[in-house]
């Protein structure tokens, strides 16, 4: 059976053990009381004694239903759980000689990993003696950051441990990577030529001639 970790976070009543603590709750004036005065507040109104801040001096103790708290509590942790984004890790190997067709294969799939919110972790595997070309697989971990500037930001520059030389990228917000895409060159579109309908030109207006006007 699971363990309520909420219960076993706070004590209540009998189980606080100090004394004496601040009362604080609704409709009541935060004071300093001893503790048996505060279990005789809690049951003159029903309500317990719920330990709240236990680590301040005097403890911080609260007058409320115990069974109304831990749900107020759960529904906090609730929020904020939801509120909190998902951020997965997707990893991205090259070798140190990496052809430009697999190179821009991957450059895609970063593309559309850092799009989705996800960080990117680039790295180059050095196997055998191809540790020699560390430095050319420093260049190419950094001119994949440049290649993705419009998607991600470079959180780690590349780092070497082992045979692994790493560097990760997070995604920027959605509203710049939006911005960068709306700047990104458009092809202009295919101009269509219309035949226009042939408008006859207005005749000249002649005033008419009055005799005697000459």
Do not use: W
Request: include cysteine.
């Amino acid at each position: 059976m699971k363990k309520d970790n909420l219960k076993q976070q706070y004590r209540v009543n009998e189980q606080i053990r100090v004394r004496e603590v601040r009362i604080v709750g609704d409709n009541v004036e935060s004071t300093v009381v001893p503790i048996a005065q505060a279990l005789q507040m809690a049951e003159n109104q029903g309500v317990d004694l719920v330990e709240i801040s236990p680590n301040a001096v005097p403890p911080v103790c609260r007058l409320i239903d115990y069974s109304k708290f831990l749900y107020q509590q759960k529904k906090r942790q609730k929020e904020m759980k939801a509120k909190q984004v998902k951020v997965d890790v997707k990893e991205i190997r090259f070798g140190p000689q990496t052809d430009d067709h697999d190179y821009n294969f991957k450059l895609k799939h970063a593309q559309g990993f850092l799009s989705e919110g996800d960080k990117v972790k680039a790295y180059v595997f050095f196997k055998g003696r191809s540790i020699l070309f560390k430095e050319q697989g420093e260049v190419l971990l950094l001119r994949f950051a440049n290649d993705l500037e419009e998607y991600g930001k470079v959180e780690q520059m590349p780092v070497l441990e082992g045979k692994r030389m790493t560097i990760f990228i997070a995604p920027k917000k959605q509203g710049q990577v939006k911005k960068a895409a709306a700047g990104a060159a458009v092809p202009d579109a295919p101009k269509v030529e219309r035949s226009q309908p042939k408008v006859n030109a207005p005749k000249e207006y002649k005033s008419p001639t009055i005799e005697g006007e000459e």
